[in-house]
């Protein structure tokens, strides 16, 4: 049985990473899908080529920290499809650094699309999913949510805010129909991941200092679409990802020198490119 035929999904920041990765395949699964992303024209290229290809696909510009926006996107899919069945809020940024080169705004910005962004898409699918008495939304945060990554404070914050938000509703929500999932992915070989705005340091850099493979975005959209079709209320993956939630559990002491260990070799990077300058 295919759990998305013909089911109506609105994913936010589609148009590239694994938001693209979640449309293609949530198309190819015979979902009617609207991208919705910040960039209007790359959404609608990946619209106007799966719908050649014979899939149901349309674009819409959003910039999810905009609450109105959000909210006309979802009444506007609803009064085009008559119902809204699947809400990926996916959208995201990363800013990391050292906390004594972050700055106000880069907090604010990364609070307002990160945490405010899912909190505004959240809250509009989940009104008219009680109206309509179902639905599922499908928020992604990341390891960094259930993690104290040190250099990522603000993307920790916000990670964390968002697996928080979920699992408070996906309990508010079973009644009523409504089912709530949080993704807490590891690395995944994306825009976000090589090209974010990291403080102090090259990010190549420190890409390739990175122990661990990134996962494909395509892998990672089946592993998130297997998750929210089994209804798992946190959806971690790969295995790195896992594995570490896993020490931060049962082994804080460990967990403590990876991240001192971690926070050691970032400094080393910034320290060295600032001599550079």
Not at 109 to 122: A, P
Not at 165 to 193: F, H, M, Q, W, Y
Not at 204 to 231: C, M, Q
Request: hydrophobic share 45%.
């Amino acid at each position: 049985m295919n759990p998305f035929l013909s089911r109506i999904a609105i994913v936010t920041g589609g148009a590239s990473g694994i938001g693209r990765a979640l449309v293609e395949e949530l198309v190819r699964r015979q979902a009617v899908v609207l991208v919705a992303d910040i960039n209007l024209a790359a959404a609608q290229d990946l619209a106007r080529r799966l719908t050649a290809a014979g899939g149901n696909a349309s674009a819409v510009g959003l910039d999810v920290s905009d609450r109105l926006a959000v909210e006309r996107v979802v009444q506007e899919a609803v009064s085009t499809h008559g119902r809204l069945d699947f809400m990926f809020n996916n959208a995201g940024i990363q800013i990391g650094g050292d906390e004594r080169d972050m700055t106000a705004d880069r907090w604010q910005r990364i609070t307002d699309v990160n945490y405010w962004g899912v909190v505004h898409g959240t809250r509009a699918a989940y009104a008219v999913m009680v109206r309509q008495g179902g639905g599922q939304i499908v928020n992604t945060a990341s390891m960094a949510g259930l993690l104290p990554i040190p250099t990522q404070a603000a993307y920790c914050a916000t990670k964390w805010g968002v697996v928080g938000l979920s699992r408070a509703l996906r309990t508010e929500g079973t009644d009523l129909g409504i089912k709530i999932n949080v993704v807490c992915p590891g690395a995944i070989d994306t825009p976000i991941l090589r090209e974010s705005e990291i403080i102090g340091v090259d990010n190549e850099e420190l890409f390739r200092s990175i122990s661990v493979r990134p996962l494909a975005p395509d892998r990672a959209a089946l592993a998130i679409l297997k998750g929210v079709a089994k209804n798992r209320g946190v959806i971690v993956f790969p295995f790195h990802a896992r594995l570490l939630v896993w020490i931060e559990r049962y082994l804080p002491w460990l967990s403590a020198l990876i991240w001192r260990k971690a926070v050691h070799g970032f400094r080393e990077l910034r320290d060295s490119r600032a001599k550079t300058e």
